[in-house]
């Protein structure tokens, strides 16, 4: 089976490469959105309601307003108006929290805006805020752990959700799973987990004239644009979004979110530009979270392991006015082969911000359940877990009636079997031992979808050699810059350290959110047919202009390779290099611009289009003093072609890790005594950190997809994630004999 390595030539794609934006992050040089500065510029602090639900009764700023600094203290009253955007086709609109702030006077989660204090440094803003006293008419609220489904007269529509309760059905899984041999029924939880990217949320805002310019650290800026636009009452072309760097978001920052619309406001009743950087504490509250989720799976097999019928019901909390759908079914009706099928969901209000996305939304989740319910089948008919899910592996995608465009799930089992070692595992608990401590073996497998959205770019040839690739897409640490300096250097043949790459501008042609591990299989096509296009206008040039070696030529007989432009017939031999024969003709630049169809969304696909891929985990336990640590990890990632091995691993590895702290840390508390999310910091919120963190071994079956764009390349961004943690709670089992449905797992659940 072809394995990634090291491509041998000096073609870009393939090959290892480093950041292209490295150097300038880590010499300081990379500007956040936090990092611009302007003239006169004025910083702003949000005032947080501290109850989870009534209504604000009254607002004292007097002291606020009357300390050294202060401009102004806005609040529902003095804000100006501030429209409710709506979403349109595509990219348009897109926002989670979809009340504008300051709209009414009810609170529905802890932590809502209720006004706005604005001074000439931060700390007076400050200072300012925690002086503005609100007199509030409490409620009742309910942050509740124990989700049973809203009867809601019908579950509403979401951004990307299904509306129907049943969102997948084959066959019939009630009968099939009363009369099957071999039954499983348990129900799997996942906490509310929040999004912690180090880069704080941050807008400044500026108005010069009717025209405002916001940056932002957006993973979407064109839809930023769209939403502010119509929050503002402005045509889209009056407003501009700027993004160039992104201290990564995670989901947290594909859509946008209340402060945002406050900076705006603010600055547009001060007329001065206006800086807002929320707090950490505000990032728990106010710009989305993973919801919990409660699953129930029921799965029937016959004694030999074939799965008969497959039943998933989730259910996951949403905001009181908000109806985000995390998609635990994404990756459920298509994983295995399995006649009788329903995925069924319903949602929970609770007085919460709105949730959002987060890393690998729904499949994340959901595979956390339905892959641990496949490894407790797999202990309940004492088969293997890796031969009971080739023995289910299916042949189509039974959901949808199509072939997978590309699926090598199976030879991501035999892989990752090998390098782990896995032939010698011992199915009985308790029974491996290395070094005095007791072994735990897991594995899980995993999917994410996979498609493109629409893209556009521009390519630059220039006279003094250098190439520009333009798309107001973004880079949130994955490795966007690098993607598209590789792929133009592939084209056009010019060295990737002579590739300027321009992203995250509503100037720029539009490009996709950085969401969904879609950017880069979106932007191959694009950039690809840019380059072209700009290649084309070259090879017009050196065929016409005046003195051109290629004068007597047509175009269609040169070509473009390694920079030099030449007779096709004749061979390199005789190339010009392009820079020179831009000269001289005196043309400065050549640009084309290139474009990708979406096949998102599509209604019709011949092609059922995912990744895949699977974990294994050792884990060691030392029952003597409760000390749990994942001591190995291998992972292998079927994702088409890898077009940067390097950055591929890196983003497989973060995966990984994250997935070691949804398994064993991560969780965001609601205090019952407020309703407030309560452990709000980057102490009390655990995460894995480097020591909780074992080598991890990464390997991509290279197999490229083709339905995807002309190089096979799918994205990597997610799908490393999912899968981890029921890998880890298959190996906990095996080492401690103790099931863990609950996330994380906790020493409590382990003692005794
Ligand atoms: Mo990702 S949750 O699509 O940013």
Redesign the pocket.
Known sequence: MPTTQENPTTSPIGRRTPRVDGPLKVSGKAQYASDFHFPGMLYAVPVEATIASGRVIKLDTAAAEKMPGVRAIFHRENIGRIFRSVQGQGFEGIIDERRPPFEDDVVRYYGQYIALAVAETFESAKAAADAVRAIYAKDKYNVDTNLQPDDEPDVVATTFAPTPRVQSKRGNAESAFAKAPVKLDQTYVTPTETHNPIELQAATAIWDGSMLTIYEES?GVFNLRSVLAQMFGLPKEDVRVITRFVGS???S??WPWTHCALAVAAARQLKKPVKLVISRKMMFQAVGHRPRTQQRVRLGATAAGKLVSLQHDYVNHQAILDNYHEDCGEATAFQYSVPNLRVAFGRARRNVGSPT?????GAVPGLYATESAMNELADQLKIDPVRLRILNEPKIDESLGIPFSSRHLVECFELGAEKFGWSKRNREVGSMNRDGLILGWGMAGCAWLAARFPAEANVQLRDDGTARVASGTQD?GTGTYTILAQLTSQKTGVPLDKVEVVLGDTSLPEGP?????MVTGSMVPAVFAAADNAIASLLTIAATAPGSPFEKRKPDELKLEAGRVFVKADGPAGGVAFADLLRRANVRMVTGSGKSESTFGNPTPKFSTHSFGCHFVEVTWQPEIARLRVSRVVTVIDAGRILNPLAGRNQIEGAVVMGIGMALFEHTSYDPQNGAPINSNLADYVMAVNADVPPIDVHFVDFPDKEINELGARGI??IGLAGVAPAITAAVHHATGVRVRELPVKIENLLG
């Open positions: 993973q978001g995670f989901g920052k594909l996305a987060m890393r690998g939304p949130i959110i950085s969401g969904g591990s961004g997610e």
